[in-house]
């Protein structure tokens, strides 16, 4: 049994920090990845190995512009805290300064990169209401002092009680913890890697059994779609466990890179849950959350659809646990599901059967996919807006896509080729149902989040907003 941490002193609010550097090894933790890339580039470079010395000033040029740059990064970069806000300001060809007001800050979680573990550095992850990734970052600090720091914002952001309610919570029990061997077994099951595994073999029987002279050069993009899944599942989610605070459920993984993420209670969007097909043969599943302020954006050079990851692979009981501890009353095998009409078999001559649409008081639940089946399940009081689409083909078989949209996220909830009238009906139903929900939901005061762009297949015909009351007949 795991006992309790020990009490830590809530920090003193009056002191206020300004022009504070971050740790003075920063430059390297961030850049030493730039000079490995250069050290094996120069390795490949059949003349460089033929004249070590050109070889070892190169290297050393990279290592000394790389801490020069990294040094004049580190100077200009200072953050200082304010009475309603941090300040972070950087960049010295180009200045940049990020204000980050402590009432949009969501959640704070420390996180230590595999080169900052060894160091005994750590970075400050702030979830900020309407920012990408990127913006609530704060990097590196060493570990005592990004614990000290996020105490402090805790108590700028959320009172006294917030960290005095930390100090005296004991370390929670693990809900659950994913084994490795289920984390392996997953991946090596997962279509790209089986895909990519079966090209391989192929690309290596052809040249080397059938002289094809394809060249084996060919085989290192199916190399890296087996290698890259497993290092990103088994190694970025080892260890992946699953435990309930008080400020909601904290999920911790990493074997080198150790990252912890909280999630708050009301702050969820949307879920996706992700079933490949022998997946669902084996009765596992993958489930994805919506929250505001964890999705990146195409500035923070991620994926633009990436959320955060509540399960990364799990048997059905422990899905439904874990669901039933985010949205409490949900249970999805009552929902009542409608599937798409039998002329709908002309666009999805095979996958028509599995879309299905269907909601209860709480959620609107969408299925598709018959390879890799996709539920997507967005809360009423969340929905922005719910649009109709109609393609050309759509049009001559009398079917229509009806799209509610979410926040930027994983979450994509389409009720694909319904009956051109049982859309129009969904359409109204579900603006009518947001519009309720957004009533009666007892939630956090509203942040402004980042809607997805409106989707590019078929012509828009129809739309209704849940937000506009306005448009309530």
């Known amino acids: 049994m795991t006992e309790p941490s020990a009490p830590v002193q809530a920090p003193q609010v009056q002191q206020e920090v300004t022009g504070a550097r971050l740790h003075p090894l920063t430059p390297f933790v961030k850049g030493w990845g730039y000079f490995v890339v250069a050290a094996v580039a120069m390795a490949n470079n059949e003349g460089l190995r033929s004249n070590l010395t050109i070889a070892g000033f190169g290297l050393i040029g990279v290592l000394v512009g790389g801490i020069l740059l990294g040094a004049l990064s580190w100077w200009f970069t200072k953050w200082q805290l304010t009475e309603d806000a941090i300040r972070v300001d950087s960049g010295f060809l180009f200045r940049r300064t990020r204000i980050i007001r402590f009432d949009r800050i969501q959640a704070i979680d420390v996180a230590q990169p595999f080169v900052a573990r060894l160091f005994g550095m750590a970075e400050l992850r702030m979830d900020v209401a309407g920012g990408g990734k990127s913006d609530g970052r704060l990097s590196y600090f060493t570990y005592d002092e990004a614990q000290k720091l996020r105490g402090l914002l805790l108590v700028r952001a959320k009172g006294e009680q917030a960290i005095e309610q930390q100090t005296q919570q004991p370390e929670p029990e693990p809900l659950l913890v994913v084994p490795t061997g289920r984390l392996l077994g997953a991946t090596l099951l997962s279509s790209t890697v089986l895909g990519s595994a079966a090209a391989l073999i192929w690309l290596i029987v052809a040249t080397t ?34 435990s309930e605070t008080q400020d909601g459920l904290r999920t911790k993984r990493g074997l080198f890179d150790v990252q912890r993420q909280t999630i708050p209670p009301g702050r969820v969007q949307g879920l996706l849950i992700t079933e490949p097909l022998i997946w669902r043969l084996i009765g596992w599943s993958r489930v994805d959350l919506d929250i505001a302020g964890v999705a990146g954006s195409q500035a923070d050079g991620e994926d633009d659809n990436e959320g955060a990851q509540l399960l990364p692979v799990g048997e059905r009981q422990e899905v439904a646990g874990v669901l039933a501890r985010v949205l409490p009353g949900l249970d999805l095998a009552a929902i009542e599901m409608h599937r798409a009409p039998a002329r709908a078999k002309w666009l999805r ?4 059967r599995y879309l299905t649409y269907g909601a209860d008081d709480q959620v609107l639940v969408t299925t598709r996919g018959w390879v890799s089946r996709r539920t997507s399940i967005v809360l009423h009081h969340k929905t922005q807006s719910v649009r109709l689409y109609q393609g050309p ?11 509610v949209d979410t926040p930027q996220g994983p979450t994509d909830a389409v009720a694909l080729h319904r009956d051109e009238r049982e859309a129009a009906a969904l359409v109204e139903a579900q603006a009518h149902r947001a519009r309720e929900a957004r009533r009666t939901a007892d939630s956090p005061r509203a942040v402004h989040t980042q809607p997805k762009e409106p989707s590019p297949d078929g012509f828009n015909s129809s739309a209704a907003s849940p937000a506009d009351d306005s448009s309530a007949k």
Request: hydrophobic fraction near 55%; aromatic fraction near 10%; charged fraction near 10%.
């Open 209 to 242: 059994v059938l002289e094809f002279h394809v060249g084996l050069f060919a085989g290192l993009p199916l190399l890296l779609g087996v290698v890259q899944p497993i290092w990103k599942q088994v190694v970025g989610n080892h260890g992946f466990t699953l």
């Open 349 to 352: 001559p095979v996958g028509w």
């Open 393 to 403: 083909l759509q049009r001559r078989l009398r079917l229509a896509n009806v799209h």
